[in-house]
C-alpha cells in the first residue's frame, strides 16, 4: 500500500494541474484519498431580447476511494456518474498492473449478515426487480414494497418465473433511530440517512465475499 500510495502521490492534484490524487492517510493494509478532476465547459445564456452571452465554467469532480489489501480491495464512497477517468489514472499509476472487476453479490445473504449483527426491527421493506418475464418476449421492470417484510412474498412471485434482482432496501434499529439503508446486487450502499460509522463497518464486513449465483 505504501508504494502505491507514493506513486499516487507522483500524479497529486494541485491548482497546476488538470487532474490527480491527494492521498489523505496510509496504513499498511489501506490507504485512503481522493482523484479529483478538473473539467471546463462553456454555458450559454440568452436574454429576455434574444441575445446570447457565453460563460466559461469550472466545476471539479471527485471520487474518494480506499485502497486496501482485503476484499473488497477498492471501496468508493463519493463520486460522480462517470469514473473513467479515475480509472485510468489509477491504472497508468500502478503501470497498468491494476484490473477493476465489477461485483455481483447475493443481496439477501448481505442483508441477513447485517440482520445478524442489528435484528431488532430488522426487515426487507423494498426489492426491485428488472428482466422479469411476464410471457414471452415481454419483461417488466417492478418494484415490491411493504409496510413489512416482504421476503415470504418475493419468494412467492418470483417461483419459477425468470427475474433479476437488482436491490433490496432494509430497515434497522440502531439506538432510538430506525435507519433505511438500500442494497445492491453490484455490491453498492446507499441510504438516505446518515448512518453511524459501527453501522457502515458491519455493512462493510457483511459484504459477500463470493459471487452471486444466477
Known amino acids: 500500500m505504501r508504494t502505491l500510495a507514493s506513486r499516487l502521490k507522483a500524479r497529486s492534484f494541485s491548482a497546476d494541474n488538470n487532474d490527480g490524487f491527494i492521498v489523505e492517510r496510509v496504513r499498511d493494509s489501506f490507504l485512503e484519498g481522493w482523484y479529483f478532476e478538473k473539467v471546463v465547459f462553456e454555458e450559454t445564456v440568452r436574454d ?55 461485483l455481483t453479490v447475493d443481496a439477501f445473504a448481505w442483508a441477513d449478515r447485517i440482520r445478524g449483527v442489528y435484528p431488532k426491527q430488522f426487515r426487507i421493506d423494498l426489492a426491485q426487480l428488472s428482466d422479469v418475464v ?66 457502515l463497518d458491519s455493512v462493510r464486513e ?3 465475499a463470493k459471487p452471486a449465483q444466477n
Open 48 to 102: 429576455p431580447f434574444g441575445n446570447e452571452s457565453t460563460f466559461e465554467r469550472l466545476t471539479f469532480r471527485g471520487v474518494e476511494f480506499t485502497f486496501s489489501a482485503s476484499y473488497p480491495q477498492v471501496e468508493l464512497r463519493r463520486f460522480p456518474r462517470n469514473i473513467q477517468a479515475f480509472v485510468t489514472r489509477t491504472a497508468e499509476a500502478t503501470e497498468f498492473a491494476t484490473t477493476f472487476l465489477p
Open 134 to 199: 411476464i410471457e414471452d418476449n415481454v419483461l417488466a421492470r417492478i418494484v415490491l414494497s411493504s409496510q413489512y417484510d416482504i421476503r415470504d412474498a418475493f419468494a412467492r412471485f418470483t417461483n419459477r418465473r425468470q427475474h433479476r434482482l437488482d436491490r433490496l432496501q432494509i430497515k434497522l434499529e440502531y439506538g432510538d433511530d430506525l435507519l433505511s439503508l438500500q442494497l445492491a446486487t453490484d455490491g453498492t450502499l446507499s441510504s438516505a440517512d446518515q448512518l453511524p460509522k459501527e453501522v
Open 206 to 208: 457483511g459484504l459477500p
